[in-house]
Structure formats: C-alpha cells, structure tokens
C-alpha cells in the first residue's frame, strides 16, 4: 500500500516519506511536479535511506501546472520520468492520456509509448483513466482520444476511482475493462457529482472497499497508491489522522476475504 506524494499536498514531496513512515505505508508513489525534490533521484534515494520507505511508482509531469518540469516536450518529461523510476527501482510509471491541444503527442502517443516501453522493458507504464470537465455551464474532453484509454487498448493500466466518480461511471466496470492490463490503482473516494474530488475512501458513495476486495479475489499482483486531496487539514495531525484512517480502511479491504466477508467480482 503507498502513498502519493500528492497526497500531503500543500507539503512537500519529503513530507510524503516523513508521514509514510510515521502511520506506516509500504512505499511511496512520488508525483513529479515543481517541487524540485520529486524531480532529482539522488534527492528521492536520500529520502529513502533515511525513512526506510521506498519509492515503488513515479507519477509522470501530465498536469496541467507541470507542463514545463524537465522539458516543455511531453516525450522528454516521459523518458524523463522513465529514467527516474528505474533509478529507483520502481516498477510502475503513471501516465495521463495526451492533451487535446498536445496534437503531436497524441497523434503519435501509442507507438510513441511502445518505443519508450521498449527502451525500458521491465517498467509498466500504466495509462490512467480520467474525465469530462464542466465549464462554462458545458461538458468537454480535454483528452485526446478521449478520457477511457481502454477505449483505445494499452498493454497496462492505473484505476483512478475518484476519476470514475467524475466521470459519472462504475469503478467496477472500469475494472472489468481494464482486465489483465490493470497494473495499479489509486484509491480515493468521490460523491459521483462530476468533479474529481479525492477523498479519503469511505467519506463518499464510490465502491472502494468493493474494488479491494476484487483486487484480492482476481490474484493482483500491482500496487494501490493513496491519492486524496488533504489540503484543508487544519494541521499535521489533522492530515496524519486522514492518511491513518485511509490506510485502515485500505487494510481492512485487502485482507484476504473470509465465509463472513466475500469478495466482489463481476462475470
């Protein structure tokens, strides 16, 4: 079970180890952002040595506010974030889907992808879902082909169930689409009133606990990172506490399940 760095966003990314270790995560998912930290390998290997917490995902720059960390072109911020895992040995790299307005990119972004893949055989870069956005009173897609890469076809895959809530979609289905290629998932709940909210899992209405017990049932062998917003924890207790009780709650649902407490699937 990791932590994303985002996670404990206003703090920053060595805060993400400080309180992995303290409420006791497995590891850690660094999302590359600004934070100049999140960016160096040596800077991450420290924080490592020091916690005793692992790096095991790297969240590739796809935000819209890190269009511009390591490189304005999005090829190099992949390489880039490439680089940065196997550096640290994690397995998994995080990647949006393209961009509208990133033409090229997208135009190019599958066997674009496969080349990157080949180069590093023995990293998952795993394409995440996400979502329409509302404004200006209208719904629109800011990606390119669009915000299910299922509908596409990946070799592997990130779950965002927040990402399902906005989206308005069974986290389940979502699951069921992604099949084989569902490499890693980011738990963090939602009210399913198309915005991407983050929460800590069990404050909204999604099928978390049902999406880790599935996780059990099917044999996963990928990892779950935390990703919720704590931004307005009044304190660092306050953001602990949130980061202890998603832990929990993760826990709980991916202990094997028992006669009293069967797994979910779907056919």
Known sequence: MLLSSSSVFPEPTAAAFEMAATVGYDGVEVMVWTDRVSQDAGALKGLTDHYGVPVLSVHAP????????????????????????????????????????????????????????????????AIENMFPVKMAGRW????????????????????????????RIDALDMMQKMGSGLKHVHLGDGTGEGRDEHLVPGRGNQPCAEVLRSLVARGFTGSVALEVSTRKAASRPAREKD?????????????????????????
């Not at 190099?76 to 949006?96: I, W």
């Not at 980061?243 to 056919?267: G, M, Q, V």
């Open 243 to 267: 980061l202890r009780d998603s832990l929990e709650f993760a826990r709980r649902h991916l202990a094997p399940a028992t006669n009293n407490a069967p797994a979910i699937t779907r056919a």
């Open 62 to 125: 796809c935000l819209l506010v890190t269009q511009r960390v390591w490189s304005p072109d999005p090829w190099e911020r992949l390489n880039r974030a490439a680089q940065l895992a196997e550096s640290l040995d994690a397995p998994t790299v995080v990647v949006h889907p393209p961009f509208s307005w990133q033409r090229d990119y997208a135009k190019n972004f599958a066997a674009g992808l496969a080349k990157v893949q080949q180069r590093h055989p023995d990293l998952s870069f």
């Open 140 to 167: 629109f897609v800011p990606y390119t082909p669009g915000w299910d890469p299922t509908e596409t076809g990946f070799d592997a895959y990130t779950l965002d169930i927040s990402h399902c809530s906005a989206s």
